[in-house]
């Protein structure tokens, strides 16, 4: 499966609109909320499908931004829950707000931080103010300033940049204000990144690997990223364990950030089970592609052996045959399977019945005088040795011939590959009944 890159550019807010250097700001904690507007006509440059929300530790919500590769607490710090609803929020001044980075290890992590200014910029939807932020994504979020990581360049003045979700302008501040305190994680620098820029890649995508060995580690062909003109954002998802590569470097399954002319492989570990596709589906800036491995199918040796008695059999006795199907492996048939029974029975009999040592056995189209096929479900062989019988007793007539013969053919579940056939039916021998008629002596047994 793979999206399509959108044409022309997404205008937003422009990162680099902190090289402007604003006034300073004093009084920012203090700013009033209103409700939140976003007049008609403007594009929304953060909407919902931009990010993904994802509880790594029940009740501790983080969201990944797609674009940008970034991971961010979805609570401000000091409050908590599904809508952020539980707790208040902290303000705190600048040494601070880094120390409560440091100590923090929500949803398993340990490397969160205060963001810098460019990285809690890309959160500003300028499509909208007060808040200038989404809503959903980031509930709670409030219309007051954030502080950032960055200091403010001036030697002679200690102050930081804070960020304002009131008209999302930006300005420094020393650093002894209390202001609230979003943190994030991961990411690849993103000091370049701007959403005036196009930062959605051309489409791409991976090679699928067919009759691969069960539970190996699949390494995708490479792909090149191209179309993008800033840091963007990337991601994995699909089969458990999935991961990518940037450059070839290490491994990871962490979100990211890529620029124009990365290689980028994936990886996975194929199915356990034959004939079982594994789906791994790498973003990159709003576009995806999913890189598919099939295993090879299940092998199992099976063979079939059949009994007849008594012999000689009568007009009006009962001829029973037994079937018995053995499984050498490798791989078990599992009960959730269905294999077929092919036989031919003789002309002549009547009043036939099949019983299943286990399981449950449809005669189908199988009767006497023809070929016919009946399934067999409910039956776990285990992959060395395993057996199942079948027992088919019918009435001979009158109108039976002096030898009765039985043959008989075992298949194998769809998907099982029987190694000794390469793929064609297991076929018994020959068993032969023969009857005594109308007080005549039996017929020698030519079997």
Same mark, same amino acid.
């Given at each position: 499966?793979?999206? #399509?890159?959108?044409? @022309?550019?997404?205008?937003?807010?422009?990162?680099?609109?902190?090289?402007?250097?604003?006034?300073?700001?004093?009084?920012? $904690? @203090?700013?009033? *909320?209103? $409700?939140?507007?976003?007049?008609?006509?403007?594009?929304?440059?953060?909407?919902?499908?931009?990010?993904?929300?994802?509880? %790594?530790?029940?009740?501790?919500?983080?969201?990944?931004?797609?674009?940008?590769?970034?991971?961010?607490?979805?609570?401000?710090?000091?409050?908590?829950? =599904?809508?952020?609803?539980?707790?208040?929020?902290?303000? &705190?001044?600048?040494?601070?707000?880094?120390? =409560?980075?440091? $100590?923090?290890?929500?949803?398993? *992590?340990?490397?969160?931080?205060? %963001?810098?200014?460019?990285?809690?910029?890309?959160?500003?939807?300028?499509?909208?103010?007060?808040?200038?932020?989404?809503?959903?994504?980031?509930?709670?979020?409030?219309?007051?300033?954030?502080?950032?990581?960055?200091? +403010?360049?001036?030697?002679?003045? =200690?102050?930081?940049?804070?960020?304002?979700?009131?008209?999302?302008?930006?300005?420094?501040?020393?650093?002894?204000?209390?202001?609230?305190?979003?943190?994030?994680?991961?990411?690849?620098?993103?000091?370049?990144?701007?959403?005036?820029?196009?930062?959605?890649?051309?489409?791409?995508?991976?090679? *699928? +690997?067919?009759?691969?060995? +069960?539970?190996?580690?699949?390494?995708?062909?490479?792909?090149?990223?191209?179309?993008?003109?800033?840091?963007?954002?990337?991601?994995?998802?699909?089969?458990?364990?999935? +991961?990518?590569? !940037?450059? @070839?470097?290490?491994?990871?399954?962490?979100?990211?950030?890529?620029?124009?002319?990365?290689?980028?492989?994936?990886?996975?570990?194929?199915?356990?089970?034959?004939?079982?596709?594994?789906?791994?589906?790498?973003?990159?800036?709003?576009?995806?592609?999913?890189?598919?491995?099939?295993?090879?199918?299940?092998?199992?040796?099976?063979?079939?052996? &059949?009994?007849?008695?008594?012999?000689?059999?009568?007009?009006?006795?009962?001829?029973?045959?037994?079937?018995?199907?053995?499984?050498?492996?490798?791989?078990?048939?599992?009960?959730? #399977?269905?294999?077929?029974?092919?036989?031919?029975? %003789?002309?002549?009999?009547?009043?036939?019945?099949?019983?299943?040592?286990?399981?449950?056995?449809?005669?189908?189209?199988?009767?006497?005088?023809?070929?016919?096929?009946?399934?067999?479900?409910?039956?776990?062989?285990?992959?060395?040795?395993?057996? =199942?019988?079948?027992?088919?007793?019918?009435?001979?007539?009158?109108?039976?011939?002096?030898?009765?013969?039985?043959? $008989?053919?075992? &298949?194998?579940?769809?998907? !099982?590959?029987?190694?000794?056939?390469?793929?064609?039916?297991?076929?018994?021998?020959? #068993?032969?009944?023969?009857?005594?008629?109308?007080?005549? %002596?039996?017929?020698?047994?030519?079997?």
């Amino acid at each position: 499966m793979m999206s #399509q890159k959108r044409s @022309g550019k997404v205008r937003s807010h422009n990162s680099g609109l902190l090289r402007f250097g604003w006034l300073l700001i004093a009084a920012l $904690a @203090g700013s009033t *909320a209103h $409700a939140r507007t976003c007049p008609a006509g403007l594009v929304p440059v953060a909407p919902d499908a931009r990010y993904t929300i994802a509880e %790594p530790i029940a009740g501790q919500r983080v969201v990944t931004d797609r674009e940008t590769g970034l991971i961010w607490k979805q609570c401000p710090q000091g409050l908590s829950g =599904a809508s952020c609803a539980s707790g208040t929020r902290s303000t &705190l001044n600048w040494s601070a707000a880094l120390g =409560a980075a440091n $100590a923090e290890s929500f949803a398993g *992590a340990s490397d969160w931080r205060l %963001p810098t200014a460019l990285e809690l910029r890309t959160l500003v939807e300028t499509a909208c103010f007060s808040p200038t932020i989404n809503e959903t994504v980031f509930p709670a979020n409030g219309a007051g300033a954030y502080w950032t990581s960055t200091p +403010q360049a001036n030697p002679g003045l =200690a102050a930081s940049w804070v960020q304002d979700f009131e008209q999302g302008s930006v300005g420094a501040t020393t650093r002894d204000t209390l202001f609230a305190v979003r943190l994030v994680r991961g990411g690849r620098s993103i000091d370049n990144f701007d959403a005036a820029d196009d930062y959605t890649p051309n489409a791409f995508s991976f090679t *699928a +690997q067919t009759g691969v060995p +069960q539970t190996s580690v699949r390494t995708s062909n490479a792909i090149s990223v191209a179309g993008i003109d800033t840091v963007t954002g990337i991601g994995i998802s699909g089969a458990t364990g999935s +991961q990518y590569r !940037i450059n @070839g470097g290490g491994w990871t399954g962490l979100p990211g950030t890529v620029v124009n002319g990365d290689s980028i492989e994936v990886r996975h570990t194929s199915a356990a089970t034959g004939t079982t596709a594994t789906t791994t589906t790498l973003g990159i800036g709003g576009v995806s592609a999913d890189f598919t491995s099939t295993t090879v199918p299940d092998t199992s040796d099976l063979s079939l052996t &059949l009994t007849d008695s008594p012999d000689p059999v009568v007009v009006g006795g009962v001829l029973s045959y037994g079937l018995t199907v053995t499984n050498a492996g490798p791989n078990a048939i599992l009960a959730s #399977q269905t294999f077929s029974i092919s036989a031919s029975l %003789p002309a002549g009999l009547t009043g036939c019945s099949y019983t299943p040592s286990v399981g449950t056995f449809n005669v189908g189209t199988i009767a006497p005088g023809s070929t016919g096929t009946g399934t067999w479900t409910g039956v776990a062989l285990a992959g060395a040795g395993g057996t =199942a019988s079948l027992a088919i007793a019918c009435t001979v007539t009158a109108s039976a011939a002096a030898s009765l013969s039985h043959s $008989a053919t075992v &298949l194998p579940p769809a998907g !099982i590959a029987d190694p000794d056939c390469s793929g064609a039916p297991v076929t018994a021998p020959e #068993q032969h009944g023969d009857r005594q008629h109308r007080g005549e %002596p039996a017929a020698t047994d030519p079997g």
